[in-house]
């Protein structure tokens, strides 16, 4: 089992920066994957970006692309989510997830909040 806790969120302007953090704990020698998921106000949750632990290997939403840059600290145990040109519309509850293998991921975070105001 993976202990998740999201951490970096909070209220910035347009075209501001902010970077998330997501540090696990338990067994992480066990993770294979990790990922940032995102719900807007009123809206589903969504696929943000995610990052295969070893080797590493990431995947964005086209949304996010050239903005986010995901990246991770083995030795931390700790992922992280650089939003640079941030929009109100990345305004959302940010989640990270952990997996132990390919599929749905088996781990979730409290979530942190980002607003993003115009």
């Known amino acids: 089992q993976v202990q998740l806790v999201e951490s970096g969120g909070g209220l910035v302007q347009a075209g501001d920066s902010l970077r998330l953090s997501c540090a696990a704990s338990?067994?992480?020698?066990?993770?294979?994957?990790m990922g940032w998921f995102r719900q807007p106000p009123g809206k589903e949750r969504e696929f943000v970006a995610a990052i295969l632990w070893r080797p590493v290997n990431t995947r964005y939403a086209d949304s996010v692309k050239g903005r986010f840059t995901i990246s991770r600290d083995i030795a931390k145990s700790t992922m992280y989510l650089q939003m640079d040109s941030l929009k109100p519309d990345d305004t959302a509850v940010y989640y990270c997830?952990?997996?132990?293998?390919?599929?749905?991921?088996?781990?979730w975070g409290e979530g942190t909040q980002v607003t993003v105001s115009s």
């Open positions: 338990g067994r992480t020698s066990m993770i294979y994957r």
């Open positions: 997830a952990a997996s132990f293998q390919k599929g749905e991921y088996e781990y």
